[in-house]
């Protein structure tokens, strides 16, 4: 017989069971990998990794390690005694490539640079996909103009020539292109956009940047930001990287580092708009700068980094040390006793992500074991980085596909992009009717100078190309004058080895010559990285040009026959000897994988040139500082001994092969309120026999301050193409944001006053047309 239910302790058991019920179904949802999970919300994802982390898996997430193909590169050639049997170990003492790729497996590497190839890429992502939590690797790369550091891709004009281009949307272009190249290698993260602002022209890194003007800088670091990152959703966006914050382009010396001694006026006037507007843009890195800024490294700078940067402007991305800079912080700047006191420092002064090396793992946990760091501190940089992974999507798709990469790389579009920026890119100095020249009156042509043909053209941060993925400025000019002799004599590509008897058989061929044609300039290529005069770490003490290139002009102009110079390098070179004497002076930075063909194009008149200078170019050395937008009492007293206080030539200057008059320079009124505008017009028109493409710029003076202004700022700018006689009516508006500063308090404002509108061809106060308005609060 069955015993008799109790109906009251019955409903107890039931709900008993249901709570249980209830109880392991939380459990077994609690236990779901969220983070593996591409429907949940970004966010939930970053905290379910967050909370499945080691401290060890956390800080390794914070490291980056060079590429396992860099380091034997770069072993290769040390000596026997630095070697030690095994190649990573010259590169991180104590070290060896398993150790680098067993900490992969093990989930304690965050990030690598340097790996130039889809198959390492690939291989390091399957070394992560092993480790406990396979959480992928972000792979950095410099690509500064094209992922032209990596082999096998579009090779762009560098970025000076991009800003003598005066174009935001092809800024924009490149970008996308580039982001699309390096994803089709598995690389996720660019070190671009350099957006310091150029000051020095001993800087070996000016040609890396925008220019010198702010403006400029500001609008084309923007498009890059946008052009490379997109919506950072989808598998052709890259993470840009807002660098070198800050100061490093006016370093008090010209060398690459060396301190940086600014106001915080010159700071939040020059140097600091670029960077918050990046911000603004959406960029998500930013990188610190080598040197240190007034006083403090930038590396464990808080003011910079916590304060205005995360303070101020509200960046939500990571901060990325520069090459060893927290380590510099103990064996440089000696503002840390031991480089575990480095890393301390910079963590807590707002670092996310070390670069690179081996001793961060170790030292990092042993601050947070021992109460210094908290780990909820490492905690926030861990979620900035995640967030950055799963945003790209490379927890779904960690690898990238050899068959697809071959056809987005160097594709047809790209090919005619690079084309076209190197096209708008060189800039046409000086011109006395020698140029655009006539190949049925030059027959004889001699062709010589160290840039003549040599890959040099494709500039810094470029590898070695294939020959059919270069074209130099001598195959460039056969091409454009396939009837003519074009006669080469070899100089080499090193200006400080050349030969005095070469530089003696260009000028004997120079006088059997119709024509004679001298490249000339600086050396780049970082395969020869001792042997380079320009790019990174590459300063010099004088802006002349190196070795026997200056006798090498002289001696072939002494021929008397017509004699044109052309250009290649990354800083501006004080030609004062050429600009006086040579009839023809063209400026091609660093023009690319195309860059022959266009420098050619524009000799030989195919394309009408239409660049403008965004870096002044001064006569010498002793002219430095020389900056359009200098204070007015700057050049008050003049150089003694008949030396000119002018430069070469100014910011903003370029010739066309046709000519434009700018008239009825307009205002829509003559005073203005706080929140009003004034517009401005001005009619532009082609007045020779060529179509053509001028870029108009307004610069704006406020004529009298409270503290003292420059005396003119670059505010907007048109590009304009024109047919031969056509006119047409530029506008531009003006609203108060661009009248303010900062006033004896360090507070923005605009004051009441006289504002001169300046609107010309140039930065040059003969070029430009002039009106006035009063601005009233």
């Known amino acids: 017989m069955l015993p008799k239910l109790n109906p009251v302790l019955l409903m107890k058991q039931i709900l008993i069971l249901m709570t ?7 459990c077994r949802q609690s236990t779901e990998v969220v983070y593996k999970n591409p429907d949940a919300p970004i966010q939930q994802r970053v905290e379910d990794l967050l909370s499945r982390m080691t401290l060890d898996e956390k800080v390794g997430q914070m490291n980056q ?23 990573a170990n010259a590169f991180y003492p104590g070290i ?13 590497i965050g990030s690598f640079l340097h790996v130039l190839t889809i198959e390492e890429a690939n291989y390091l992502q399957g070394l992560a996909m092993k480790s ?18 990596a082999p096998d891709n579009t090779v762009y004009p560098t970025n000076i020539n991009l800003a003598c281009s005066f174009d935001t949307l092809l800024a924009y272009r490149i970008a996308r292109q580039t982001a699309a190249e390096m994803r089709a290698m598995n690389m996720h993260w660019t070190f671009n956009p350099n957006i310091e602002v150029a000051r020095d022209a001993r800087w070996g890194r000016v040609g890396e940047t925008f220019g010198e003007d702010p403006y400029l800088v500001t609008l084309l670091g923007v498009q890059s930001v946008k052009g490379y990152q997109g919506n950072l959703d989808s598998a052709e966006d890259v993470l840009a990287c807002l660098k070198h914050f800050v100061g490093g382009s006016e370093p008090i010396n010209g060398t690459n580092g060396s301190p940086a001694d600014l106001s915080e006026r010159t700071l939040r006037e020059v140097f600091f708009p670029p960077f918050e507007a990046g911000v603004k ?18 590396h464990s700078n808080e003011w910079l980094m916590a304060e205005v940067l995360r303070g101020e402007w509200q960046f939500p991305g990571f901060v990325v040390s520069d090459w060893m800079d927290i380590e510099h912080l103990y064996d440089l700047h000696a503002t840390a006793e031991n480089l575990k006191e480095a890393f301390y420092q910079s963590i807590m002064a707002g670092m996310d992500m070390h670069m690179h090396g081996i001793h961060w793992n170790e030292l990092v946990t042993e601050l947070v074991r021992e109460g210094r760091i908290p780990e909820s501190r490492i905690d926030v940089s861990v979620r900035r980085i995640l967030d950055i ?45 020698l140029l655009p ?5 030059y027959k004889r042509i001699m062709v010589t100078g160290i840039n003549a043909d040599d890959e040099n053209i494709l500039g810094d941060w ?3 190309a294939k020959p059919e993925n270069v074209t130099t400025i001598l195959e460039g000019i056969r091409m454009l004058a396939p009837d003519a002799d074009v006669t080469f004599v070899d100089q080499g590509w090193d200006p400080r080895n050349m030969s005095a008897d070469k530089v003696a058989e260009a000028a004997a061929r120079a006088r059997q010559s119709d024509l004679n044609i001298v490249v000339a300039g600086e050396y780049m290529m970082r395969y020869r990285w001792a042997d380079r005069t320009d790019g990174e770490d590459t300063d010099r003490s004088d802006i002349d040009l190196v070795g026997l290139q200056n006798k090498l002009i002289e001696e072939v102009a002494a021929s008397g026959k017509p004699t044109v110079l052309v250009l290649v390098n990354g800083r501006p070179l004080g030609v004062e000897w050429a600009a006086q004497h040579l009839p023809a002076i063209l400026e091609a930075w660093a023009p690319g994988m195309y860059g022959g063909q266009a420098v050619a194009e524009i000799l030989f008149g195919a394309v009408n040139p239409s660049a403008k200078l965004a870096v002044t170019i001064p006569r010498s050395v002793g002219q430095l500082q020389m900056i359009y937008n200098h204070k007015p009492s700057q050049y008050f007293h003049p150089y003694a001994a008949g030396k000119l206080s002018t430069p070469l030539y100014p910011f903003g200057h370029g010739l066309s092969y046709t000519t434009y008059r700018y008239d009825n320079l307009t205002l829509s009124a003559h005073e203005m309120s706080t929140d009003g505008a004034i517009e401005v017009s001005v009619d532009v028109t082609n007045t020779g026999s060529r179509d053509g493409t001028e870029i108009v710029q307004l610069y704006l003076r406020d004529r009298f301050s409270s503290v003292t202004r420059p005396v003119k700022e670059l505010k907007d700018f048109a590009r304009v193409t024109l047919k031969a006689g056509e006119s047409r009516t530029v506008s531009f508006r003006i609203t108060s944001d661009k009248l303010a500063f900062y006033d004896k308090k360090m507070k923005r404002i605009v004051e009441d006053g006289e504002f001169i509108v300046m609107v010309g061809s140039s930065s040059a106060d003969e070029d430009l047309l002039k009106e006035s308005f009063e601005y009233l609060q």
């Open 20 to 26: 249980l019920g209830i109880s392991l179904c939380a």
């Open 65 to 87: 390690f060079v590429g396992i193909e860099h380091i034997r590169a770069n072993s290769a050639v040390m000596t026997e005694d630095e070697l030690k049997n095994n190649t």
């Open 96 to 108: 060896t490539e398993k150790d680098v790729e067993q900490w992969t497996e093990q989930g304690l």
């Open 132 to 149: 406990r939590l396979q959480i992928p690797i972000l792979f950095g790369i410099d690509a500064i103009h094209g992922n032209a550091n």
């Open 281 to 298: 843009a959406g960029a998500m890195s930013l990188m610190t700068a080598h040197n240190e800024l007034n006083g403090i490294p930038c």
């Open 389 to 433: 992974k799963f945003r790209l999507g490379l927890f779904e798709a960690p690898y990238a596909d050899v068959e697809t990469s071959g056809k987005i790389r160097l594709s047809a579009d790209h090919r005619a992009t690079a084309l076209e920026a190197a096209r708008n890119g060189i800039v046409l100095l000086k011109n006395d009717g």
């Open 437 to 441: 020249l006539d190949p049925a009156r």
């Open 462 to 464: 470029s590898a070695s």
